[in-house]
Structure formats: C-alpha cells, structure tokens
C-alpha cells in the first residue's frame, strides 16, 4: 500500500502524517489510518445503505476488470531481413502497419458540421452508475495492452501492486517498467516502501528525480508508452498511481495518438515547426526539454528513444515546471520556459473569441490544493492570473476576464463516495492570522465543486443545469479553462494538469532580477480550437463544453456575423470539438457562511458512512 497523502503544496517540507477518521455508528469509537483499504467503508444502517447502494448501480460491463483473454500473447515478428529471417524486434526493425483502432468516436459529420470528441477524458467512478460512466477510461485501459514493452511512470504516490496489477498478466513480468519519482531521503517512508515493493518485480527500475528545493515535490503525473509495433503514446493525467485515485475521485486523462517512429523519407525531408505553439513538432520539443532536465544518467534512455518518433498528429502544447531559476524569455522560442512564464508565452499567441461590448471572458480554475500564497493578492493577481489572463487579443476587455476557483467545501466533502478519506488529499489551510487574509481576497471567487447542498438547492433553477455527473466524485483533477463569455457555451483554451494553485507549483513572482523560482516538476497540455482549423481558418472551429459524453450532441452550431451570412437560420459549416466537463453549469458561488474544506481542520459532523473526522498529526 502507498504511504502519505497528496499534499505537494504544503509550506514545509513533506512529513508522514495519520489522520484520525473515527466512526459514531456504534457507540463504540474505532480509528482508521488514512492509508489502510478499508477506510471509509463502515456499513451504513439499512435504511441508509438501500438508499445508497441504488446511487451506485453499476452495469455488467463496469463491474468486469479488464484482464488478459487467457491466450498466450505473442509480439508480432519484426521485418525480415534479405535471407528471409525475421530481423530482433525492436524500435527500429518493427514493420508498423496503421496503428490499432480507438473506439473513441470522432470526426461525426452532423448537419453540415463536423462533430470531435473531447481531447481530454474523464477516469471512471467505480460508486457511479453506467450513464455518469460513458466515455471514461480507467488505468487499465492505458495500461492493459499486451504490445507495451517498456513503460515510464512519473507520480508523486504510488502503490506498486496496484501499477503492476494494471498490466496484461501475460506480460506483467516481461514490461521494463520505470518509476520516477520525488522520495529521496533514506528515511522517508515512502522511499523505504518503494524499495521494498520493487524486490516482488524484477522488471521494476525506480529512478529517483533530482529534488533541489526543500519546499518543492515530484508531483507530474506522465505515463510513457514504448509498444513492440513501433509506436510509443504519451499520456498525461491528474491521479496518483494509487487505488482511491482511479475508483472515486474526479480525475482527467489526455492521452496522445499512437506516435509511429520517423520514417528515413520524413526525416530527410521535413521542416520543423517548433516555433508553432500547439504543433507535434513544439511539443515534442518541450517535452524532450523537460526529460533532459532530469538529468542524462535517469531519463537519457527514453529522451533518446522518443528522438526517434514522430510526433506530428498531436494538437497540444505542452506546459511543464522543473526546478529552476529562469530568467523571462518571452521572444526566445528556442529557450524551454516553465511555470507561468510558459504558460504566458503560451496564452499570449491564442486568440480570445470577440464578444459583445456588456461581455467578458470568464477563466475557471479548478483545483485539489491552495497552499499558502501571502497575505495579499500580489502574487496571485500580479504574477499567476496575469499570466492566466494572456491573450493576442488586444482588447482591454479581452485581457480582463472574469475568474472563478472551483474548491469543495467540507459539506461536500462530507456527501462524496469516499466521505472523509476523500478529503486526504484536497488541501487548503485556514488556522493562522495569515492564512484567513488569503481566504479573505480569494473568497469572491470561490464556487462550489457540487453545489448541490442544502443551502444551494434553489440557486440554479433545474432547467439551467448541465450536469457533468461527478457531484459525489471528490476532485482530485486540475483544470484551468477560459469560456468565451458569461453564458459559458463556447471555450478558448483549457488545460489539464498536475499543477495546483500553489508558487511551489508554476513560479514564484519575479525578483530584481528578472528570475523565477520554481520549487516542483509538474506537467499538463492545454488545447484551443485553431489546433482543428482547416486551411488556418480558426474562426470555422467551435469547442463547447460537453456532459456526460465525450463527443458534441447534434445541435446548431454557433453563428457568427464574422464568417459572412447570418441573415438565414441555417446552420454555417463548421468543425465543433467537445470538451468533457468534470463540474456543473453554471456555476454556485460560495454563500457568506461556506468555507473551504481544510484537511488540518476538525470535523464533528460525520460524513454519510458515521466518521467524523479527526485532522492531520504528526506520528
């Protein structure tokens, strides 16, 4: 089993912690450590377990685990040589045919327009029932593919059974699996446990990243995928590689499209296109950059194999942090920026959609941790949501959105599936004089995660509800998305990361000298509509929140007066991508009394299974 808890942004250097979660069902008062798998699953009266056991229904399909046929798995043969003997598999020698059919839907034509499904998904919620479960992907999926031979996994928490278990188990044994991660103190337990796991799997190499800041975390979540047909996968998400992050919690995947190796033609003949932000050729920069920054010796390997792919089908942009100082370098498109100086230089070239003169652009970030950001606002307003706010519009409205944080409150941590152990890993601290003067100029934008609590019950009317599906699914996920204006029908950019709200995170604010400080390694992608424009023609492509599914619903598309005849009610030809909503909308402010949920914090009201909740302490 994994030790500790996700807490990257804390402000002091990482301790092993319990949590006290005691139950009141029965009189008598039993505690659970935080890390045990029986945690939070005391039986509920009947009454109470009727009620919830029809929340949870889950069809057949869901309730098998994807495990191997039980046919032996042989990788295909490489290309034969002149003698007619089949050549050693490996990257270079393995004939690739097409790579193998996803059975995401895209590309739907429907009424003039052409409907994509959304470039992000959504894990699976093991308590959900199956229509909160259309579309989703759990680790298994990534993982379960028998033609994996080698696979890179960067995390913060990992249980090692768990990340072994979710391999085919005809090739369980034979994966190179590396593990990257942030333990590097002889004494901490999770180091100690890792090294101890890793004896069961000799196919295991743990690789310990270079941690130069006190203050600072391993915390990206990365898969790297090599296959034996010669195509390797990247895959970037927000959970840790530990159970209760891919059964109940909210957390999101963007997974690349199988990457062929370059052909001798390609390679000779094409142009690169690294100063293209959004382009295959600038995130395969970036991301190589980011590899070399652990160092030769521990990611030399792969940074040398993945030189070998080709790249050109992805339509992202990469945002990563590593620990550093950096000076600015906005204009220099050949320097490897991190933080929000990256995220900035990146903004800065995506067109922001016009609107109406009485409208404004409204950024939602969505977040599982707050650390501690100063007593005022000079930071988060100065240095992160400046950058946030970047755009090639050169409006000043355009430059001045409107921004709301998404963050649970302890109530609905309290109604999750998970009740209190869920709450382990979300963070935001309250206790001190400090810290409530944050709370106090970040409270007008706090939203609710659910909304749905007593008190918010008749602040939306039903009817102007879009339901995601993930109410009770605490979130661990990050996103950061830029709707188009107030309605939030219509979206410029979005991002999945691992990063939180946090300067450990994307950055300090910039010294005298022009330098950031950046504390931790995290790493998401951010996508925007121009990257499916045909011909350069952005305007012709919408992207649109999306619920419950992954791919667009058969709707008129959005007219603009910009594109020519709007005199007509017929819908204009367009490309429409979805993007798959973890949150409601529209959105549920906090009220005066609502707080945000505070893991160092007390709790006596029990959660749905009967535990109160007893804070973090030092053991």
């Known amino acids: 089993m994994a030790l500790g808890v996700d807490s990257n942004d804390s402000d002091r250097p990482f301790k092993r912690r319990r949590v006290e979660v005691t139950e009141v069902l029965s009189g008598s008062e039993t505690q659970s450590e935080p890390d045990s798998p029986t945690t939070g699953l005391t039986l509920l009266p009947e009454a109470h377990r009727n009620d919830r056991e029809s929340q949870s229904a889950l069809s057949t399909d869901q309730k098998q685990s994807l495990t191997s046929l039980g046919r032996p798995i042989t990788p295909p043969q490489g290309r034969m040589n002149a003698q007619g003997q089949a050549a050693s598999l490996d990257s270079s020698s393995v004939s690739q045919t097409k790579p193998p059919e996803h059975k995401r839907k895209q590309g739907i034509q429907s009424n003039q327009s ?37 696979c890179w996994q960067f995390n913060y928490l990992f249980d090692i059974d768990f990340l072994m278990s979710a391999f085919d188990e005809d090739v369980r044994n034979l994966v190179q699996v590396k593990v990257v991660h942030g333990s590097w103190k002889k004494e901490d337990p999770r180091r100690i446990y890792l090294l101890e796991a890793a004896k069961q799997y000799p196919n295991i190499q743990l690789i310990t990243a270079y941690m130069p800041e006190p203050f600072g975390t391993h915390h990206s979540k990365m898969m790297i995928l090599i296959r034996h047909d010669g195509y390797a996968q990247v895959v970037i998400h927000t ?23 370059v052909s001798f033609e390609d390679s000779n003949q094409k142009t690169s296109t690294i100063e293209e932000f959004g382009s295959g050729d600038r995130f395969k920069f970036d991301l190589l950059a980011y590899l070399r920054a652990y160092g030769k010796a521990k990611t030399g390997s792969i940074t040398d ?17 590593t620990p550093c100082k950096q000076k600015i370098s906005l204009d220099d498109l050949e320097e490897p920026m991190w933080g929000w100086p990256s995220l900035r230089r990146l903004l800065r070239t995506i067109p922001s959609t016009q609107v109406a003169k009485d409208e404004r652009a409204h950024i939602i970030v969505q977040i599982s941790s707050i650390a501690t950001l100063g007593q005022t606002d000079k930071w988060l307003a100065g240095s992160f949501l400046s950058a946030l706010s970047s755009t090639s519009a050169s409006t000043a409205s355009a430059k001045n959105p409107k921004v709301s944080i998404i963050f649970p409150t302890a109530d609905e941590i309290r109604r999750s599936l998970d009740g209190y ?24 934008m706090f939203c609710h995660w659910a909304g749905d609590g007593a008190q918010q019950a008749s602040a939306t009317p039903a009817t102007d509800k879009r339901e995601a599906g993930r109410r009770r699914a605490a979130p661990h996920i990050k996103t950061y998305i830029r709707f188009t204006d107030s309605s939030m029908t219509s979206i410029d950019w979005a991002m999945v990361t691992s990063a939180n709200l946090s300067t450990q995170a994307w950055g300090a604010a910039a010294n005298v000298s022009g330098e950031v400080r950046i504390c931790s390694w995290e790493i998401g992608v951010v996508v925007w509509p121009g ?12 992207m649109v929140p ?15 007066a910009l594109n020519g005849d709007s005199t007509n009610d017929q819908p204009i030809a367009r490309t429409v991508m979805g993007l798959r909503m973890p949150y409601d ?3 549920v402010p906090y009220g005066d009394d609502d707080l945000p949920w505070c893991a160092t914090s007390n709790y006596t009201e029990p959660d749905w299974m009967g535990h109160i909740y007893g804070g973090f302490h030092n053991s």
């Open 239 to 261: 959970a840790n590689i530990v159970p209760p992050d891919w059964t109940n919690m909210c957390q999101a995947v963007w997974r690349s499209p199988l990457l062929p190796l």
């Open 546 to 560: 999306v619920f419950k599914q992954d791919t667009p619903v058969v709707q008129k598309v959005r007219e603009t």
């Open 421 to 444: 152990q869920s709450g382990t890993s979300i963070h935001m601290r309250l206790q001190s004089a400090a810290q409530a003067k944050q709370l106090s100029y970040m409270r007008p």
């Open 305 to 321: 194999q993945l030189k070998d792919y080709d790249f050109s089908s992805i339509r992202a942009a990469l945002i990563a942090s």
């Open 531 to 542: 990257l499916w424009a045909e011909d350069g023609n952005a305007e012709q492509v919408d």
């Open 114 to 150: 052409t409907m994509h499904s959304s470039p992000f998904q959504l894990t699976r919620i093991r308590d959900l029932a199956a229509p909160n479960n259309v579309d989703t992907v759990g680790i298994k999926d990534i993982l379960g593919d028998p033609l994996i031979k080698e």
């Open 585 to 587: 909308l529209p959105l």
